[in-house]
């Protein structure tokens, strides 16, 4: 997949960053850009017409999310999918969304409006099956209760765990995909404990919004097990 669509005006100005940014970050998290991958400021500098300095503060900015990793005397690649870190992973992802819960600002006046806008998305991201939608509508979701714990380091940090939760929430989506049951009835049970969450906030009930996030936490990393067992052959640590 191309980073770029052809023929598609170039922004301009900041925007250029942004645009490069932003594309780069999607094809990392839908794995078009695959584990690996090179990333340096050439390729920047020719897709995206950007000059050295503005291609450096992209990568740079990927570099802050997670998303790539740069190799002294090597360049700059795409940081991997690693089974070995899995359960760092899901360590830090369990404390950073019961933290998010525990922070949370229930006096954030738009926050349950904002949520209910973005569980319909997810919905119908969900009913046409368009897995990239899927994983983005749930991380701005979540990011959303985030930005409404007023706490710029705990929604930097839920920023970059969501972002690694993005590329194996698409990684899981295709495993899934095989069993439409499967799937669907995962999909039911993500839409019904997000409405839960929702629930919770909008109810400033603090003690079942930690809870319902560290469950809805829990299952996630108890479907990356299923199929990280499968394939690995090894026992995955369900509990953090």
């Given at each position: 997949?191309?980073?770029?669509?052809?023929?598609?005006?170039?922004?301009?100005?900041?925007?250029?960053?942004?645009?490069?940014?932003?594309?780069?970050?999607?094809?990392?998290?839908?794995?078009?850009?695959?584990?690996?991958?090179?990333?340096?400021?050439?390729l920047l500098m020719d897709r995206f017409r950007l000059s050295r300095t503005p291609a450096r503060e992209a990568l740079?900015?990927?570099?802050?999310?997670?998303?790539?990793?740069?190799?002294?005397?090597?360049?700059?690649?795409?940081?991997?999918?690693?089974?070995?870190?899995?359960?760092?992973?899901?360590?830090?992802?369990?404390?950073?969304?019961?933290?998010?819960?525990?922070?949370?600002?229930?006096?954030?006046?738009?926050?349950?409006?904002?949520?209910?806008?973005?569980?319909?998305?997810?919905?119908?991201?969900?009913?046409?099956?368009?897995?990239?939608?899927?994983?983005?509508?749930?991380?701005?979701?979540?990011?959303?209760?985030?930005?409404?714990?007023?706490?710029?380091?705990?929604?930097?940090?839920?920023?970059?765990?969501?972002?690694?939760?993005?590329?194996?929430?698409?990684?899981?989506?295709?495993?899934?995909?095989?069993?439409?049951?499967?799937?669907?009835?995962?999909?039911?049970?993500?839409?019904?404990?997000?409405?839960?969450?929702?629930?919770?906030?909008?109810?400033?009930?603090?003690?079942?919004?930690?809870?319902?996030?560290?469950?809805?936490?829990?299952?996630?990393?108890?479907?990356?097990?299923?199929?990280?067992?499968?394939?690995?052959?090894?026992?995955?640590?369900?509990?953090?």
């Amino acid at each position: 997949m191309p980073l770029v669509a052809k023929g598609a005006p170039a922004p301009s100005g900041r925007s250029l960053t942004e645009a490069a940014v932003a594309t780069i970050r999607d094809r990392i998290l839908d794995l078009s850009l695959e584990s690996g991958s090179r990333i340096d400021e050439r390729l920047l500098m020719d897709r995206f017409r950007l000059s050295r300095t503005p291609a450096r503060e992209a990568l740079n900015r990927l570099v802050a999310e997670g998303l790539v990793a740069i190799q002294a005397k090597k360049g700059t690649f795409v940081r991997s999918l690693d089974v070995g870190q899995m359960k760092e992973f899901f360590d830090a992802y369990l404390v950073g969304e019961r933290l998010m819960g525990f922070y949370c600002r229930f006096d954030d006046r738009a926050l349950v409006g904002d949520l209910r806008t973005l569980e319909r998305a997810y919905k119908a991201a969900v009913k046409g099956r368009r897995y990239r939608d899927i994983t983005r509508r749930n991380a701005e979701l979540h990011l959303r209760v985030a930005r409404a714990t007023s706490n710029e380091y705990v929604r930097d940090f839920c920023g970059r765990l969501h972002n690694h939760a993005r590329r194996l929430s698409y990684f899981i989506y295709q495993m899934e995909s095989v069993d439409v049951s499967y799937c669907e009835l995962q999909q039911e049970h993500v839409a019904r404990e997000n409405g839960q969450i929702i629930d919770a906030i909008a109810a400033r009930d603090r003690d079942a919004l930690v809870a319902l996030l560290g469950r809805h936490a829990l299952r996630f990393q108890e479907r990356i097990a299923r199929f990280v067992s499968d394939r690995r052959g090894a026992t995955f640590p369900l509990q953090p």
